[in-house]
């Protein structure tokens, strides 16, 4: 089974601010997705990555397939991109389903 | 398009009852996945449906039984609610094409309180 790590659990930070989230897992995978979740809302997908580089808008994604490690970060941080954000893994199998991590509660203050 | 729906948003039951979590895609989607959300825990797969025809148990599935219906639709039955299930539900469906990547996309949840 495989474990995935995030980090830092809750962040709270300055509107305009650089922000980073880490995401690990222990066995590889096929993809990685990173999804928002706002408050009471329901689940958006933001990114999948197999390997390299995402960039949409101000969210960039990253993942190092050999260090199995990923990070998601936020440039110009606004308070609209307070919510939770979620990292999870899709095994080989592909089709039987994601693996979550615990998420990070993201707090932007004006 | 609504993409994937859940009814209902919100229920409460009494230890013991029995109730059933519907979900319905208008994507075309092969997979369909249900997931519970609790907190500290994040999200777990209770059971997923690869194609229509065919279910499989997830991480949890203990008290939980499923339909895939049709292609469409893919419900999620309490036989006998306990505590612990008290929980938001979320539905999700994807293409489900061998050996490809693709975005997961999911309902909108359904929030369970048994009491």
């Known amino acids: 089974k495989n474990e995935v790590e995030q980090s830092p659990q809750n962040l709270t930070a300055q509107e305009g601010e650089f922000i980073t989230i880490n995401c690990s897992y222990s066995?590889?995978?096929?993809?990685l997705h990173w999804l928002q979740q706002h408050p009471g809302g329901g689940i958006v997908s933001l990114f999948m990555?197999?390997?390299g580089k995402k960039k949409h808008g101000r969210l960039i994604a990253t993942i190092n397939i050999q260090e199995k490690h990923s990070s998601l970060h936020i440039t110009a941080s606004h308070p609209r991109d307070s919510a939770v954000y979620i990292c999870a893994v899709e095994g080989a199998g592909g089709a039987d389903g994601l693996t979550f991590g615990k998420g990070t509660h993201l707090i932007i203050q004006p | 398009n609504a993409g994937v729906t859940q009814t209902p948003k919100f229920q409460v039951l009494k230890t013991g009852q029995s109730m059933t979590l519907q979900c319905a895609q208008d994507m075309n989607h092969n997979s369909m996945y249900w997931y519970r959300q609790d907190p500290g825990m994040g999200l777990r797969l209770i059971y997923y449906?690869?194609?229509?025809?065919?279910?499989d148990k997830g991480e949890v599935p203990n008290g939980y039984n499923v339909s895939r219906l049709n292609k469409r639709e893919f419900s999620l039955r309490l036989e006998s609610a306990a505590p612990s299930q008290t929980s938001v539900y979320f539905c999700?469906?994807?293409?489900?094409?061998?050996?490809?990547?693709?975005?997961?996309?999911f309902g909108p949840g359904t929030r369970l309180l048994v009491l």
């Open positions: 990555l197999s390997s």
């Open positions: 999700a469906s994807r293409f489900g094409l061998a050996g490809v990547v693709e975005t997961q996309y």
């Open positions: 449906s690869a194609s229509e025809g065919t279910t």
């Open positions: 066995v590889g995978i096929s993809a």
